[in-house]
């Protein structure tokens, strides 16, 4: 029920998404009176992998997370969260109310051995062709410790080796300097935590413009400042889109031209549509939740359903479990939640 | 001397700066057997208005702030900062590392009273035809005190006062969300002590998009945070521009579409051209110092010597001390340095 669109997104997208994947089975969770409408007659194939699930409540975007917590328990975004840890359910996606989300999986599902506060991770394209960098924290935390980033450090390299096939992501911290003596006491930490540990490939510091590079796969910082690079990506992303268009709806000749630019137009979007990266994941907890952007469209919400059904074959959780376990000399805890 | 291509980009870009602008007296500061060399047989109009000053030592991009303070004692550097101290230059002008230049330019000229550190600042493109965002500090401290942050507020109104010729600037304090609620501890109270200040136009918490959406004049950040967005940016910026003449040289299709849209991709880029943009001032010194990029071609650089003049025709340094004595209630400071 969440998001910019609700349901008139999601529906759809999760239409789309049963199609795509023959396997899937999807839970919608809202009003069931709007989901019924809005599914009309569904075709066998289809209607047997999906199930609804009425709530009587929805998480509003202006919502406070703490009241969100106390007093939307019915709500869509709770009874998924809840069928995750019923086990009745292996991700939850939502387009709702970051803030809330992150409050009641926290509460819920609780976060992982090892891992103090959960983090929010996405892929982002970069300049060597199809590569991604996973950037974290992206707004969870405010206020890190050098241990935090390490933590971090550890989700975003099992996600990008499970979600990219990497057997060995390279791990960059973000400084405003690549030189040792950059930055602040916490970033100077964290970097000595990180070196001395066999199993992350730290490739050291990096900056802003590193991650549009494609320098290493992995960019860990706190989630004030991953927060400010997301959104000044946007941001000037969006700028450049909306100079492109006016550029080319000038005048009669420069509308010609884009008529005729129009596929490598096209051919461009695709490659680094933002679209195609939709689909966070809040990290170091016991299940996957998966935050879609909240003005996202339907192709943009199937790539978070995608997101979520790779990290469920590749159970990120316990990948993440163990290998804190590993790095703790604690027993493995494949058994979450 | 600084910067990745010294001389050979200053030289040029000084005598087009003084062909520009028919008041200008330009010191040119370095090695005076390339300077001469490069320089070659100048008409006596532009001669009368340069002239050069021998400097046995250059500040290399990989010198430690500290160490090029204590050993480039005759860089061309310091003797350009000197200069201003000594009231023989209104303004320096550099391309070389930027940690010296602040170092040497807090030793030499001091800070303003009422500012404890310096900030630098530049302005970016908008989606407003026409308008600039102001954003400081863009990397010289990376720890901040909320009343700093306040003291960069002050400085970027009276700068975007006299470079833009806005009476009432707009100032927006750069958090990772609009709501009150929002933020670390030291950005709420900067932002208590930026609203109950009159002559300060504060307009609240703004997000790294707005910086390209327009929304306010000047945005206020500490270093760490300014330096990753202004990074983040050139980083999206040249994947974008990467990804735009790889599509138009795909083929001969798309090449003729790249020849019959040369003219809007001209015109596009003059919209957003970094270049256009350089030229970062260190502001709250009792002198004016710029920094340009340390990429910078020839045109580029002479932006920065534009930003410059105006500066020192507008007196900014003056104004924000004088901003600050009438805030703290102390006589106006106008004899500097």
Chains 1, 2 share one sequence.
Do not use: W
Not at 7 to 24: F, G, I, K, M, R
Not at 293 to 298: E, I, L, Q, R
Request: aromatic fraction near 6%.
């Amino acid at each position: 029920m969440g998001g910019d669109y609700g349901p008139a997104v999601v529906v759809p997208a999760a239409l789309q998404a049963l199609s795509d994947h023959e396997n899937l089975e999807l839970i919608l969770v809202g009003d069931e009176a709007i989901l019924k409408t809005m599914l009309g007659k569904l075709p066998a194939t289809v209607n047997q992998r999906l199930s609804l699930r009425h709530a009587s409540q929805q998480v509003e975007m202006d919502d406070l997370p703490s009241q969100a917590l106390r007093y939307k328990k019915d709500s869509s975004m709770r009874i998924t969260i809840d069928l995750v840890k019923q086990g009745l359910a292996d991700a939850c996606v939502s387009a709702g109310n970051t803030g809330a989300l992150m409050a009641m999986a926290r509460y819920v599902l609780k976060t992982l051995p090892g891992i103090d506060r959960p983090a929010i991770i996405t892929a982002l394209p970069t300049m060597r062709q199809g590569h991604t960098t996973h950037v974290l924290d992206l707004g969870a935390n405010i206020e890190v410790t050098p241990e935090q980033l390490f933590q971090f450090a550890v989700m975003g390299t099992v996600l990008t080796q499970a979600v990219e096939n990497l057997p060995n992501p390279k791990v960059g911290l973000l400084n405003i300097g690549q030189e040792e003596i950059k930055g602040n006491e916490k970033v100077k930490e964290a970097a000595r935590l990180l070196a001395a540990t066999p199993f992350i490939n730290y490739a050291g510091f990096v900056e802003g413009d590193d991650i549009y590079k494609g320098t290493v796969d992995v960019v860990v910082c706190d989630g004030f400042v991953g927060n400010i690079a997301l959104k000044t990506t946007e941001g000037v992303a969006k700028m450049i889109s909306h100079y492109v268009k006016q550029s080319f709806n000038k005048n009669l000749f420069t509308r010609l031209a884009a008529l005729i630019s129009r596929p490598i137009l096209i051919s461009l979007r695709e490659q680094i549509d933002p679209r195609r990266y939709n689909g966070a994941s809040l990290l170091g907890l016991r299940g996957i939740v998966i935050k879609s952007h909240g003005s996202a469209d339907v192709l943009s919400f199937t790539y978070a359903i995608k997101e979520a059904i790779i990290e469920v074959q590749k159970n990120v959780p316990s990948r993440i479990s163990d290998q804190l376990a590993n790095f703790l000399g604690e027993p493995s805890q494949r058994q979450l939640g």
